[in-house]
């Protein structure tokens, strides 16, 4: 029995189906060669798949600094996966709140989020330490102890029961001490002054008798325009340009005690990180240290020359803390931290962690960055 007597005995209606199926195999062939996604929708392996992921952040879409990070993730991870995951950005309120992001993310509203663990310190006390605490850690400091110092552990215990994954998601390097319209001559003057300032800098505020308030950097400008706060501490020269506070706030205050180096983060959803094969999880894992850098380089870059045209251009009035008032600070600082460690379990395991490798690290740093940094300004031609 040939093949043409067996199909003349079925109706022209089976063979067209048969011949249907034919072109719909070939034709998802070709697509998951061609079309990424293809493979995804089909159900293909796990090598071919391709995945579409939402990120939303605490910054106005494009923001210029912080708010690059994430647009440079997604444009770095499409590319290093041939376009198999891609992550779109949402700036702060297309789809939450800018202090929705970690719930957002928990929930799995989004896959991804970016914003600063210090946001989070009413659910996660701990967090403080994985941004930046006063008269901590520099940028440089930072990243040792997270990549090799135990800090990326805690981290990830922190936010285990959230659902949660962190990554450093980019650094800000020392800040500035924050905008005012009145002259902070001593600890006095910061009494009654209602100042933008989150995490553990804002405790310490307070301490200090002044009234912290925390919010999204979206809202500073018309905040200290209206007199609603009348400080307010963002980032530094390069980012605070760009928001336009000189145009609202007078005195531009250094150094950034409260801020000496700001990790911001990425935070995954446990669960769509783990339906990613391992080579996109890998490339994820390294697209978040290369924003991570990539951030500090860009201030570092742009922060004396925006500071310059601030000065020259805008006529701002820079002015360094006093003395007194940085030790005063400091002070608090410590009993901040030892009160924090005393009220918060997970707390009590990071501030010894961080604290440990503080000291080294500034023990070492004393006799290197800052007695190098000293020797190049013995000079003045
Ligand atoms: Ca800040």
Known sequence: MNSSRSLSRYSPLVILGLLAALVLVCALWVMERLGPGAAAQRGATASTASFHWKMVTTWPKNFPGLGLGPENFSRIVEAMSNG???VRVYGAGEVVPAFGVFDAVSRRVAEMGHGAAYYWTGKVPSSVFFTSVPFGFTAQEINAWIYYGGG?????EAYAPFGLIPFPGGNSGVQMGGWFNRVINSVEDLRGLKMRMPGIGGEILNRAGGTAVVLPGGELYTSLQTGVIDATEWVGPYNDLALGLHEVGRYYYYPGWQEPGAMLEFTINRDAWNELPSDLQAIVAHATR?????????????NNTALQTLINDHGVELRKFPDD???????????VYA?????DPMSAKVYPSFK????QVAQYHRISEQAYINSRNLYQP
């Open 152 to 156: 990326l552990e805690l981290w990830r």
């Open 325 to 335: 008032v940085l030790r005063k600070l400091q002070l608090s600082a410590t009993e």
């Open 356 to 359: 440990a490798f503080l000291d």
């Open 290 to 302: 290369a924003v991570n850098q990539d951030m500090l380089d860009e201030f570092t870059a742009r």
């Open 84 to 86: 198999r995951l891609t």
């Open 339 to 343: 009160e924090l460690a005393a009220d």
